[in-house]
């Protein structure tokens, strides 16, 4: 079974530019998330999506940032303009359902903002 | 408030012997506690997690944990470590808020294995 891709692996951007990220989560997945983490703390959930709709996106900081997922497969999340605060490793993981299942993540992509 | 602590933020183990890294927790409810791992330069990885039924759940890589609900805990554990095991490890407990569920994530223990 193919696990849940992300592209880039690296950026490096400066400051007020904009940046993209792409998720492919694990076939027949419905629920995706995408989550921030800055170095040495826990991921921080920033938008989960159910199919091709929003359920939470209450720590997404919707002045900057924004994701899609349309046809409710894969997704996109994009920065713009980037801050330096926004230097972090933006994973993308995905689960069966809601609930009790449990998260499969990417490998991250990690973002440098200069 | 719900939350997730790892009072430890990291513990030392020699190759051989048992580990423990710690978890307790904080939520309405019955919890849903799940463990995950992060080694370097790579994504979480799902190990192991308690929904109901034996409080002891077994994993993968040989990790298990143990779930207390009088002391609110659930700690990560492993008979005889190896240096392999040398990672970043993050507990999580479910939650279900504003007909939303949500994992609160820990902060993380860096367990370090030395030969």
């Known amino acids: 079974e193919a696990g849940v891709a992300q592209s880039p692996r690296y950026k490096i951007i400066e400051k007020r530019q904009s940046v993209a990220f792409w998720c492919n989560p694990i076939?027949?997945?419905?629920?995706l998330y995408w989550y921030q983490q800055i170095l040495g703390q826990g991921p921080k959930l920033l938008i989960q999506?159910?199919?091709?709709?929003?359920?939470?996106d209450s720590q997404l900081p919707k002045d900057r940032f924004s994701a899609e997922r349309l046809k409710g497969v894969d997704s996109t999340l994009k920065i713009q303009p980037a801050k330096l605060e926004d230097s972090a490793v933006y994973l993308c993981?995905?689960?069966?359902?809601?609930?009790?299942?449990?998260?499969?993540f990417g490998p991250g992509t990690r973002l440098t903002v200069t | 408030a719900q939350s997730v602590a790892q009072p430890e933020d990291q513990v030392n183990v020699a190759e051989g012997n048992p580990l423990t890294v710690k978890c307790t927790y904080s939520?309405?409810?019955?919890?849903?506690l799940f463990w995950y791992v992060q080694y370097p330069n790579r994504g979480l990885q799902f190990l192991l997690k308690?929904?109901?039924?034996d409080n002891l759940v077994k994993g993968s890589y040989g990790f298990e944990a143990e779930f207390n609900k009088s002391q609110t805990s659930f700690h990560l554990k492993k008979p005889s470590a190896l240096v392999s095991d040398s990672a970043l490890y993050f507990c999580?407990?479910?939650?279900?808020?504003?007909?939303?569920?949500?994992?609160?994530w820990g902060a993380g223990t860096k367990l370090i294995i030395k030969p």
């Open positions: 993981a995905s689960s069966y359902g809601l609930g009790d299942y449990e998260q499969y």
């Open positions: 076939s027949g997945h419905a629920t």
């Open positions: 999506f159910q199919n091709n709709g929003v359920v939470d």
């Open positions: 939520v309405s409810g019955n919890p849903y």
């Open positions: 308690y929904i109901t039924g």
């Open positions: 999580a407990v479910r939650t279900y808020s504003d007909s939303n569920y949500q994992l609160i």
